[in-house]
């Protein structure tokens, strides 16, 4: 059977204020218990994370503002986020290897001839044969 109002109310009635007291106590330690439990979990989950991306060399300023005050319900929630980071760290490294190539002027010494031969090294032999042959170092017959 369900207690009624009245009963609820008289029994909070008969109880001493000692024990109130102690209630009260009881419900504030839980809520303390409660919120050291979440902040441990919440920094295993960190340092679980953080050996993972070490394990993958990927850098802590990378990673690091993504997993402060984050918390996961389950490890496969957590593998999930880990697998998602190194997923982002491979798109990252991309775009800055495209970046920086783009930024690379490309090479003057480039075209050839139609034998093959680039106009620079066509121009340092044609300069060192005519100062002289044996300028190129080769054994000398």
Not at 29 to 36: D, H, I, N, V, W
């Amino acid at each position: 059977m369900k207690p009624s109002k009245k009963s609820s109310k008289k029994n909070d009635a008969e109880v001493p204020e000692w024990a109130k007291g102690l209630i009260e106590s009881n419900k504030q330690m839980a809520e303390q218990l409660a919120s050291y439990k979440a902040q441990n979990t919440a920094k295993t989950q960190a340092e679980r994370i953080s050996g993972i991306m070490k394990e993958k060399n990927i850098p802590a300023s990378f990673y690091k503002h993504a997993i402060s005050g984050r918390t996961f319900k389950d490890d496969a929630e957590l593998e999930a986020f880990a697998g998602g980071l190194e997923e982002s760290w491979g798109e990252h490294q991309q775009e800055l290897s495209n970046q920086g190539l783009s930024n690379v002027p490309p090479p003057v010494l480039g075209g050839t001839n139609k034998d093959g031969v680039s106009s620079a090294v066509a121009g340092f032999v044609a300069s060192k044969t005519a100062e002289k042959a044996s300028d190129f170092g080769g054994k000398k017959l």
